[in-house]
């Protein structure tokens, strides 16, 4: 069992280093990348909506392009991984690599962080067109 729980990581974080590489090459603000089906729909910016910019941002380690095109998923990403890579050291399951107080935490942080960016108010935190 102990095996299995560090087989799943592992292929999770191969996987992301894979698609970091390709995301490190190719620049979503030059190379088409799909939109978001909800902001083509209704023009409202979901959570995720810049994540793929703010991510290449980070990459080339422009924090502040990142957190203009993604505020949401920079903040999150240390917490994030930390908490994870804790439970996997200790060998706890990782099919919720957070604990149950920690996702309703993040979730609740997206769902203000939605409605904020769609505000005029929060309209610094929309991602740039």
Partial sequence: MRHAVRVVPATVAGAALAALAALYVIDPNSTYVPLCPLHALTGLWCPFCGATRA???????????????????????????????????????????????ARWALFGMAVVFTVLRNLPAGSWLAPPV
Avoid at 84 to 97: A, K, L, S, T
């Fill in 55 to 101: 991510t290449h941002a980070l990459l080339h380690g422009d924090l502040g392009t990142a957190l203009h095109d993604n505020a949401l998923l920079v903040c999150a990403i240390p917490p994030v991984v930390l908490l994870g890579w804790h439970r996997v050291r200790d060998g706890q399951p990782i099919h919720h690599p957070l604990p149950g107080a």
